[in-house]
């Protein structure tokens, strides 16, 4: 079973639109989840994470995430789209809370498309 | 900040060449990744090391082998390469032991076509 599931493949929005972007995870332990952010020939870059504490994280570029254990879910929003916001976005789950290692488990990626 | 390098942006070799693909980060990071990034399949994991010279098989470690002899630097090998293993593909480092929350951080990846 998909340890990450990013509903939606492609996604479009217009400027200034709501940005909503999901993600559920499946985890045995609680989990650590964090979403990145690919630009156009560029590698990942964190967006935000989720460890403990609050459940609603904001991370950068406007970016907040919301971590909700009974929906096992932390979808990624952003109240209004720019242009600038148009990349592919991947959600990642870590599973193993009480290992040094860090494996990621990520989802397939969801592409947004920003309207002018 | 985090600097991770990968030695290649872009890459062309022909099948049947054995391929070295160089990774190096500059914090003193335990734990290094290779990933490859395939349309519609996300990243999925080759190999990792959690220390010099140990390394540990990903979902995809096919074709592929690893060499770690330095903290900082973790090389991707194509022993043979194919056409199948035309990809893009990403290096990443992150902290162990105190940094346990802490996140990966990633090279611009390398861009690799095998003719």
């Known amino acids: 079973a998909q340890s990450v599931t990013q509903l939606g493949s492609h996604v479009s929005v217009s400027e200034g639109a709501l940005v909503l972007l999901r993600c559920n995870y499946s985890?045995?332990?609680?989990?650590?989840l964090f979403w990145y952010v690919q630009y156009p020939n560029q590698g990942l870059q964190l967006l935000l994470k989720?460890?403990?504490?609050?459940?609603l994280v904001k991370g950068i570029n406007g970016f907040e995430a919301e971590f909700k254990k009974s929906e096992t879910s932390f979808h990624l929003t952003k109240p209004s789209a720019h242009m600038s916001d148009a990349a592919e976005y991947f959600c990642?789950?870590?599973?193993?809370?009480?290992?040094?290692?860090?494996?990621?488990?990520f989802g397939r990626g969801t592409q947004l498309t920003v309207w002018p | 900040d985090v600097k991770v390098t990968q030695s290649s942006r872009y890459l062309v070799k022909r099948t049947g060449e054995k391929v070295f693909l160089e990774c190096v980060q500059d914090?003193?990071?335990?734990?290094m990744f290779w990933y490859r990034q395939d349309p519609g399949l996300g990243l999925r994991l080759i190999y990792f090391?959690?220390?010099?010279?140990?390394?540990e098989k990903g979902d995809i470690p096919e074709g592929y082998s690893v060499s770690r002899e330095k903290k900082e630097r973790f090389s991707l090998i194509l022993e043979s390469a194919s056409t199948s293993q035309t990809s893009m593909y990403l290096c990443?480092?992150?902290?162990?032991?105190?940094?346990?929350?802490?996140?990966?951080?990633f090279g611009d990846g390398t861009r690799l076509s095998i003719l």
């Open positions: 090391s959690y220390d010099v010279k140990m390394k």
């Open positions: 914090m003193d990071h335990e734990n």
């Open positions: 989720y460890t403990t504490g609050a459940t």
């Open positions: 990443a480092s992150s902290s162990g032991g105190q940094g346990r929350n802490q996140p990966q951080h």
């Open positions: 985890s045995s332990v609680p989990p650590y």
């Open positions: 990642a789950v870590r599973k193993d809370r009480g290992s040094t290692l860090g494996r990621l488990y």
